[in-house]
């Protein structure tokens, strides 16, 4: 009812039905309005309430995400102690196996190198030994194949 009502003109001023009509329409739509009113006033602390609970939740999600972002740091930094402390042990074991690799080659370069020189040692024995053996078997001296005429043929054992 945004216009402004017209009532009839009556001998003694307005028509008294249309006014009471009009009134009795005023106050429906009053009576309707003051409903709407307290629907919206529930509706407005209905939501009131929600968006406190929602903030209560949201501020309890920040609070668990900042815990749980502190823990993954403390879990990437704790990771990360671990994997230096497992890379300075590696290198440790490196450097030991690196070093008994080392000393073992060394020791076997001293057996090589015992057993070279006792080789050569053994080869110049060895040589002097067959001189001395052609020399005595240069100095040997066989005698002479009988004749065979003297050995019978039934005697001959070489020709079996």
């Known amino acids: 009812m945004s216009q402004k009502p017209k009532f009839r003109i009556m001998r003694q001023g307005y028509d008294r039905f249309e006014v009471d009509k009009a009134i009795q329409e005023l106050y429906g739509t009053q009576k309707s309005l003051e409903e709407q009113l307290v629907l919206y006033h529930k509706q407005i602390e209905t939501l009131s309430a929600q968006k406190e ?46 070093r008994e690799a080392m000393s073992t080659a060394r020791q076997l370069l001293v057996e090589v190198s015992r057993i070279s020189l006792e080789s050569h040692e053994l080869r110049d024995e060895l040589t ?17 194949i009988p004749n065979e005429v003297l050995i019978g043929k039934d005697q001959d054992k070489t020709q079996k």
């Open 128 to 144: 002097q030994k067959i001189y001395k053996l052609q020399n005595t078997l240069r100095g040997l001296e066989f005698p002479e």
């Open 53 to 98: 609970m929602l903030d209560k939740r949201h501020a309890h999600l920040l609070s668990e995400i900042q815990v749980r972002e502190k823990a993954a740091e403390e879990m990437a930094r704790l990771s990360l102690k671990e994997a230096n402390t497992i890379i300075d042990t590696a290198y440790g074991n490196a450097d030991i196996i690196v």
